[in-house]
């Protein structure tokens, strides 16, 4: 069988300050993608691995992704979707499976993911349409009713990309082996969760999750997958939806679909969490250090999130965290390539001053000027082995630690989230003996770092992924939270 594979994933943030062209993409296509993907803990992997245990004959398209972002181009889109419909325009298939996210947009184009499965329905006909997604989608019915199967991911932090790529290739080859004739089932509740309060170990996920499973159970039925939404995308169908995928039978997954969605709703107010702003949070980490605990406090910059969309480079946290200058500190990861450049110049064991921060969108806080101390430098390439990560190649791009008192701040060329510990160890920081962390995460840090961690304490700071969404200006969307009926 010839299988086709691919797919472009973004999660998409309308109020982050970062743009999105198509430099911003990195972008695997043809025999690239199974040279690079071949043997990986990854969803394009997972794929693979099913692929050479069935006999399949790969056809690769392009698997495109990038870091949230504000919403791509209108050009980049255009050049992303030609490639990868164009390969299958030249080629005869017998599926395809897209790995894709939910959450994305672009200009012009509200729903990238529903405009590329309607395309792709168009071209292959009645084949095969598999598709995995990101927890966070903001799926659309036209997206769910023109795939054949979805299966999105069951854990937040998302340490299960591989798993579900398993799992989706695992029921192509029932369709092709078997007979089994998935059919999909869409419902969705005009609810827009807050994402702070959506881990699927606690908590109102915990429960939706756990009655998934359930309906799982049924006989007949193949997945059920609970989509909390992102919130970050200002379209009138954003928030929490269901996608269920049973054997023939559209009416067993509608129901599984109603149920979820209507239990949603009535735990909603589950999904809202008060945070301490920004000196109230450092009160309370010292507080938690003067009980001299044996692991670290976690101050987590939740709303500077670059994994949603954050700049990584705000300020005011890190500001009050080297004002405070507590023993056994340290903060990443700062998107600052002015300042890493700046470092290398500066040299290992010198001194200089530095503008650290705050140059993305100073509206959420200015450039911090210090004196620091270069303490360590880094290509910012190195195995990362946290949960989600999975012995993969991490790469931030050039890298720096500075020492400003009692602070170790760590310096990054590219913006990525903090997720995974072997980050302060790349630089030489080991995170367990440290006293204070900060990390620039909203939730996927807790992997990693929670394992490490005494306590955690999330904070109240400005940033374009904050979970208050009371102080972003909605145009599209009027429902709960947002208008409390």
Known sequence: MRVAIGGISHETNIFSPVKTPLSAWRILQN??????????????????????????????????????SAPTDQAAYATLKQKLLGKLAKEEVDAVILCMHGAMMAEGVDDPEGDLVTE??????????????????????????????????????????????LEAARCLASVFNQGVIPVTAFQRVKMLPPTINMRTAEGPMLELFELAR??????????????????????????????????????????????????????????????????????????????????????????????????????????AMIERNLVGSAAALIWDPESVDQAFQVGVGNRAIFKIGGKAEPKYGQPIEVEAKVKSLSDGEFIAT???????????????????????????QRRTACNDADIYRNLG?????????????????RASFEPLASK???????????PNLHRFEYKNIDYWPLNKA
Request: charged content about 20%.
């Open 456 to 466: 955690i304490i999330e904070v109240d700071a400005p940033g374009a992924a904050n």
């Open 31 to 68: 025999q690239e993608l199974i040279d690079v993907s071949k043997g990986k803990k990854t969803n394009i992997g997972g794929i693979l691995e099913i692929a050479e245990a069935e006999n399949w004959q790969i056809v690769p398209t392009l698997y495109a992704g990038t870091t949230p």
């Open 386 to 412: 946290g949960p989600m990560s999975r012995g993969n190649t991490m790469n931030i791009g050039l890298a720096a630690r500075l020492e400003i008192g009692n602070v170790q701040v760590l310096l990054s």
């Open 120 to 165: 792709i329905r168009r071209l292959i006909g009645n084949k095969p349409l598999i598709v995995t997604l990101d927890l966070h989608g903001n799926n659309t019915e036209q997206m769910a009713l023109s795939c054949d199967a979805i299966f999105g991911f069951d854990t937040n932090p998302h340490i299960d990309s591989y798993e579900r790529a």
């Open 429 to 445: 920081i080991q995170p367990a003996q440290q006293r204070l962390l900060l990390v620039k995460s909203r939730g996927h840090f």
């Open 214 to 319: 359930q309906w799982e159970k049924r006989s007949g039925m193949i997945n059920v997958s609970v989509f909390g939404g992102f919130p970050f995308c200002d379209v009138n169908y954003a928030g929490f939806n269901v996608i269920a995928t049973a054997d023939g039978d559209r009416l067993l997954a509608q129901k599984a679909c109603d149920d979820i969605c209507q239990r949603a709703w009535q735990i909603r107010e589950q999904f809202l969490k008060e945070l301490p702003q920004v000196e109230a949070a450092l009160d309370l980490a010292e507080q938690a250090l003067s009980e001299n605990p044996t692991k670290p406090i976690i101050l987590a910059d939740v709303a500077d999130n670059p994994g949603g969309g954050g700049s990584g480079d705000t300020t005011e946290l890190l500001a």
